[in-house]
């Protein structure tokens, strides 16, 4: 069989279709290997997430580094593997620097996007599984993947907002994780003037404590010097209501969300329970 394809692949024609069959097989083997690749680099990124490491940002980062290696080691073996691509691609060489400059102004903001995620990727801004806001448009999420080009935030409503690296990198970002996960939320409740403020402010407190997800931060020196765990303070006394407002701490965003609804829920039918209104407006309109 051999001995018949030899003179046939010796041929212009028989050269071509050798050099087809060759470049097929070469993409298709780089089409699987890239897969491959993708598929192991996601699982560690996977297996890093779970752990909360931040070895996810950067092996997220580098499986596309390694997924577009394999795909240009692949097309520059089809390119070389055919001898008028290959001639082609010396001559594009032989005037390298015109083109240079051409692709580099054509794909300016693309570079720009890849060295801006390289930058996130050494200084650490943010990474995977953080929640941050993206303060220029008041988008807040988790940070989700963070690949050559963009960012991709998921926000609380399950979207995907994709923001260039170059725009996330000049921007500023407010980041909830960044050192410290902790978070505070402050809660703000208005009671009528006629409402004894004394007792208001002890049952916020008092329900504020009773919340397991509830974190006292004070220090060692604040303790023994007898500072209460929950900062409950009259912020204003504005036209209608008696504006308070407490402190809650969380060990993070998501846990502070959840102790903030628990705390709203129960401190309204405790007010209830003890004659203290929850001030709103209203209008009385007296009939002559």
């Not at 996330?168 to 902790?182: H, Q, V, W």
Request: aromatic share 8%.
């Amino acid at each position: 069989m051999l001995d018949l394809l030899q003179p046939f692949l010796q041929t212009k024609v028989g050269s071509f279709v050798g050099s087809v069959i060759f470049a097929v097989l070469v993409l298709a083997i780089t089409f699987l290997l890239a897969k491959l690749v993708n598929r192991v680099m996601r699982r560690l990124v996977d297996r890093h997430r779970k752990s909360n490491s931040g070895a996810a940002t950067v092996l997220g980062f580098a499986r596309y580094i390694a997924v577009a290696a394999v795909y240009f080691a692949g097309v520059m073996v089809v390119v070389y593997s055919i001898p008028l691509l290959s001639s082609a691609v010396r001559t594009l060489l032989t005037a390298g620097g015109v083109i240079a400059v051409v692709a580099g102004l054509a794909a300016q903001e693309a570079l720009g996007s890849v060295v801006s995620g390289m930058m996130i990727l050494a200084f650490k801004p943010f990474r995977m599984g953080d929640v941050v806001r993206y303060i220029d448009n008041d988008i807040s999420g988790v940070i989700e993947e963070i690949t050559l080009h963009h960012t991709a935030i998921r926000t609380w409503e399950n979207k995907r907002v994709i923001i260039p690296n170059s725009k996330m990198n000049s921007s500023i970002i407010e980041n909830a994780d960044y050192a410290d996960s902790k978070v505070c939320v402050f809660m703000q409740i208005g009671v009528t003037y006629e409402s004894n403020i004394d007792l208001a402010k002890r049952l916020l407190a008092e329900e504020i404590l009773r919340q397991p997800d509830f974190m006292d931060v004070r220090t060692p020196e604040q303790k023994s010097a007898g500072a209460s765990a929950v900062q409950v303070v009259v912020l204003e006394l504005a036209d209608s209501a008696v504006t308070l407002r407490a402190s809650l701490w969380a060990k993070d965003n998501s846990t502070a969300f959840s102790l903030k609804c628990a705390v709203l829920e129960n401190i309204k039918k405790l007010y209830e329970q003890n004659g203290i209104d929850i001030a709103y407006p209203h209008v009385v309109v007296l009939q002559q």
